[in-house]
């Protein structure tokens, strides 16, 4: 019998060997290690799912309602998906043809990628991001390029910045606003100016909405529903932020017929359907959740603007993020980098933290702090975050 280990190192494929651990998951297996620590770390909303939405998936429980869907999602929530996209972002998508329920956006990414990415293709992102992007990017043989943004700019992307990136091989933009990590969002002439961009060089368009529903000033404005974007823009939400549905993994994809049935494809293949009983969920939440959106959101914007009064008083450099439920302060003002940063936090203080450049090398001299937490614990973190910086300030 052959010994597993003498197989050789060639049987898993170089570009998966070559992928990066997430640096969050990476981080978080020490804070595991640890006890009795405040976590300002995974961004996971501290809400339960609201009642109604747990009701409804038990009654179908017990209703029997336990098979397959078709591979597209169920009829009923690709309806209710339909009818909030054009509610909620001004953009219309036929249900029958053009919507996906995925496992989670996660999944959304991975089947927009490989459905859409040939080898060689190159993607511009913005930096920081959520760590998933380009691994995901190269998973599908294609090339992730980053583009910075800056803390000056309140980290929202300039097409100055994306300009100096474009290739001949320049094939798509990605974009995340609200942005995970760094809560930054985009007014509406950032928007047309990127939608102008992408007409202009001919690029596929994926926007990542996830966070959207935390938008906390002024309004929200989708790159789909600019004039000309809908035909060459994938459109990625899903139900983990917004509703605290993060364990149902569910999401959804839109996207025009032709890369919707490509994207299918896929889908079926690897998934077959999203879980039935989390599209039941969905459905409840779509139709009855706004109020429950309304209720997480504004908890959301009082610990945001408490969080951020309080880094900025210990002298932490921190902009007022415009969404999601982040914050992204600079650490200058102390002698250490973010990993150590982040590190010495969790040792010293039992407070856990993300290193800026979990996201990007860019992030370095940043960390990322969630306030999907009580606000006991963020008073209690930030106390004992204060107590740290003063000792660590230059």
């Not at 969050?24 to 009642?51: H, M, N, Q, Y």
């Not at 098979?67 to 690709?78: F, I």
């Not at 950032?190 to 961009?197: H, R, T, W, Y």
């Not at 706004?290 to 309080?310: E, G, H, P, Q």
Request: aromatic share 10%; glycine share 6%.
């Amino acid at each position: 019998m052959t010994n597993d280990s003498q197989l050789p190192p060639d049987f898993v494929a170089p570009h998966v060997r070559n992928l990066p651990k997430s640096g969050i998951r990476a981080f978080f297996d020490i804070v595991a290690s640890c006890k009795d620590v405040i976590s300002l770390g995974i961004g996971e909303p501290d809400f339960d799912t609201p009642w109604h939405i747990r009701a409804r998936v038990i009654e179908a429980i017990e209703s029997g309602a336990t098979k397959y869907t078709s591979n597209l999602g169920s009829p009923e929530l690709r309806k209710e998906i339909a009818a909030y996209t054009a509610r909620s972002y001004g953009v219309t998508y036929d249900w029958e043809k053009e919507i996906i329920a995925t496992v989670g956006v996660s999944e959304a990414f991975d089947i927009a990628f490989r459905a859409t990415l040939s080898p060689g293709d190159e993607v511009l992102y913005h930096e920081p991001c959520f760590v998933a992007y380009a691994p995901l990017i190269r998973t599908a043989h294609a090339v992730p390029v980053p583009v910075v943004t800056h803390r000056k700019d309140n980290f929202r992307l300039s097409v100055a910045e994306l300009e100096k990136c474009l290739t001949p091989k320049t094939k798509a933009l990605f974009i995340n606003y609200p942005n995970n990590p760094t809560g930054a969002t985009l007014n509406h002439a950032d928007v047309k100016a990127l939608a102008d961009f992408a007409r202009r060089h001919n690029l596929l368009v994926y926007t990542d909405e996830v966070y959207s529903e935390l938008t906390y000033e002024g309004d929200r404005y989708s790159i789909a529903a600019e004039p000309g974007m809908k035909e060459r823009t994938v459109f990625l939400n899903g139900f983990s932020k917004a509703w605290s549905m993060t364990g149902f993994r569910l999401g959804f994809v839109c996207a025009p017929p032709a890369l919707t049935e490509a994207m299918m494809k896929i889908h079926q293949y690897g998934m077959m359907c999203a879980s039935s009983l989390s599209q039941v969920a969905g459905v409840e939440a779509l139709q009855n959740g706004d109020d429950d959106i309304k209720t997480m959101r504004d908890s959301y914007k009082l610990r945001r603007n408490y969080v951020v009064a309080s880094l900025n008083e210990m002298g932490l450099d921190c902009f007022m993020p415009s969404g999601a439920f982040y914050v992204f302060p600079s650490i200058a003002s102390t002698t250490l980098t973010s990993d150590e940063f982040a590190l010495q936090l969790l040792n010293q203080e039992s407070v856990a933290s993300v290193p800026g450049t979990a996201f990007g090398t860019c992030g370095e001299g940043f960390i990322r702090c969630s306030y999907a937490t009580s606000m006991a614990q963020l008073k209690k973190a930030m106390e004992r975050m204060s107590n740290f910086v003063k000792r660590h300030t230059k």
